[in-house]
């Protein structure tokens, strides 16, 4: 009984042996035959030059169709994944047909296609024998470089300089868009914390990335962080432009302000100017001015009075 | 003529009141700043060195405020010493000031410390301006530069504010919510008045 079982599962197995290398087999001859395959291949153009944009594409898509050995097909099937077809301007011969369209021959592609495809040259054949597209012609103007900065830092340190490396760049953009360009903004700089200087190596915003180049697209910038504290000086409340004319009391005022101590060696109290704030006021109906500053050193921050208003006599 | 005197504790303003006064054409005899002067008058000098020593001065022969205040804070009787040099010295200067002012309506001698030194009654009236203690704390650490400790140390050395407005004849709020000018155009209308009836 059992030995009849064991003989009819041998027969099983060598029967679907042979099956195996017969189809192994059919498909090596299949594979070895050539086939004519047709291929959509989107278009995408690259290396324009660099006064040039690409502006429409007339024909996005081309159909290659070519001849080659199953082996080839199969590998391209599975690995090579064709789908595009770049093309590189600057290797390819542009043909000016009128201002700003150009065609390129497609059998000018062929050569590429047959290193990329492994295929003969003369085995490659094209759905249209020309590719249009309009190219835009771009100007260019050297531009000022801005850093934006979201920074923090520690208490007492503040920003005392940013220096950009280069800090103008080249931008080539079509010409309505180059005049409107007034500076080229670095990406956002995020920095946490800092209580010394900073060395950065940083990208530029593109404000239109299809439109627009810079060159170079990238800068390096030096954040030097200082001390700064509080400094005061007492300044005169200067009334000599208020009509009628007036005396306050009291006569100066302490301004407070905060500055990088490099910078406070040159400064003295000449350099601000406090005045009551007198527009839209009857000075016969008030008994208090309130005091503003009108003029201080560009390099002070958080200025502050003490005190904020004064008591005044008109003078007769 | 009238004789003012206006005093008020450290910090409480008494100077700017004077401001608001010379303004109204009334002259005003500074008695600190005048005292300060007088360490420079040779005669003083000779005595203050007597004194205290050849430290109160600086090399360049100007007085060391900060020895002499010291000095004068820490000990009752170097106060009374002090005061025995500069008193008769300042009034002689006050008096001479007194002259060249004999015309003005009436006249302000402004001090800090009057009552302490009882000369109250060398005036005809006393305008006292008052200030909230923490208020003229803060103005004086601003002002002077000095410590907390060091005002409250001066600040002991002078009456309280009540005794002292009991004693005057007006008293000017200066806290920062009250105007100063309103009230001194009233002290100074109520003095220009007393003047016409005296005449």
């Known amino acids: 009984m059992n030995v009849e079982r064991l003989k009819r599962r041998k027969d099983h ?40 944009i690409l502006k429409t594409v007339n024909d996005s898509v081309l159909n290659v169709s070519f001849k080659s050995d199953g082996y080839n097909l199969l590998d391209l099937y599975l690995y090579r994944k064709l789908r595009f077809l770049k093309i590189n301007l600057s290797k390819v011969k542009m043909v000016k047909i009128r201002d700003g369209k150009y065609e390129i021959f ?15 040259e003369s085995d490659i054949s094209f759905s249209v024998p020309k590719l249009q597209f309009q190219v835009e012609n771009l100007y260019s103007k050297v531009i000022p470089v801005k850093a934006k900065l979201n920074l923090t830092f520690k208490s007492q340190f503040a920003l005392y300089k940013s220096i950009i490396t280069p800090s ?17 903004y670095t990406k956002l700089i995020t920095l946490n914390e800092l209580g010394k200087d900073e060395k950065i190596k940083v990208g530029l915003l593109s404000p ?23 400094f005061s000086f007492k300044v005169p409340v200067n009334v000599s432009k208020v009509k009628p004319q007036i005396r306050t009391f009291p006569s100066s005022v302490t301004v407070y302000f905060n500055m990088f101590l490099e910078d406070y060696k040159n400064l003295s109290p000449k350099d601000f100017k406090v005045v009551p704030d007198v527009k839209n006021i009857n000075l016969g109906k008030v008994n208090m001015l309130n005091l503003k500053v009108v003029k201080h050193p560009a390099n002070v921050s958080n200025i502050r009075l003490d005190p904020v208003s004064v008591e005044f006599i008109i003078l007769n | 003529m009238i004789k003012v005197a206006i005093t008020g504790n450290i910090g409480s303003g008494k100077t700017m009141v004077c401001r608001i006064f010379e303004t109204l054409f009334i002259p005003v005899f500074y008695a600190d700043k ?19 020593g050849d430290d109160v001065y600086n090399k360049n022969g100007k007085i060391n405020k900060a020895v002499l205040a010291s000095i004068v804070f820490s000990e009752k009787s170097a106060l009374k010493k002090i005061n025995e040099i500069i008193h008769p010295a300042l009034f002689n200067k006050y008096n001479n000031w007194l002259k060249k002012h004999q015309n ?30 923490k208020l003229r ?11 907390k400790e060091e005002v409250l140390k001066r600040m002991n050395h002078q009456w309280a504010d009540d005794i002292k407005s009991k004693m005057s004849d007006f008293v000017i709020v200066n806290d920062e919510k009250s105007f100063l000018i309103p009230q001194v155009l009233k002290i100074h209308q109520n003095l220009l008045i007393k003047k016409e009836r005296n005449e």
């Open chain 1, 106 to 120: 497609t059998r000018n592609l062929a050569k590429l296609l047959s290193r990329q495809l492994n295929v003969n």
């Open chain 1, 168 to 184: 103008k760049v080249r931008v080539f953009a079509p010409k309505n868009v180059l005049d409107s360009l007034k500076y080229v």
């Open chain 2, 104 to 133: 003005s309506i009436y006249t302000i001698h402004e001090a800090a410390v009057l009552f302490e030194n009882h000369f109250e009654n060398y005036f005809d009236f006393i305008i006292y301006v008052y200030a909230p203690q």
């Open chain 1, 208 to 230: 239109g990335k299809e439109i627009i180049r810079i060159k170079p697209n990238n800068v390096n910038i030096v954040l030097e962080v200082r001390k700064y504290t509080e």
């Open chain 1, 13 to 52: 197995i060598i029967f679907l042996i042979c099956l195996f290398m017969a189809a192994l087999s059919w498909l090596l001859i299949k594979l070895s035959d050539d086939y004519s395959v047709t291929y959509p291949l989107k278009i995408e153009y690259s290396d324009l030059p660099e006064n040039k």
């Open chain 2, 137 to 147: 704390l803060e103005r004086v650490i601003k002002r002077d530069n000095i410590s």
């Open chain 2, 34 to 52: 005048e005292a300060k002067d007088l360490y420079d008058n040779p005669k003083v000098k000779e005595k203050v060195i007597m004194a205290f």
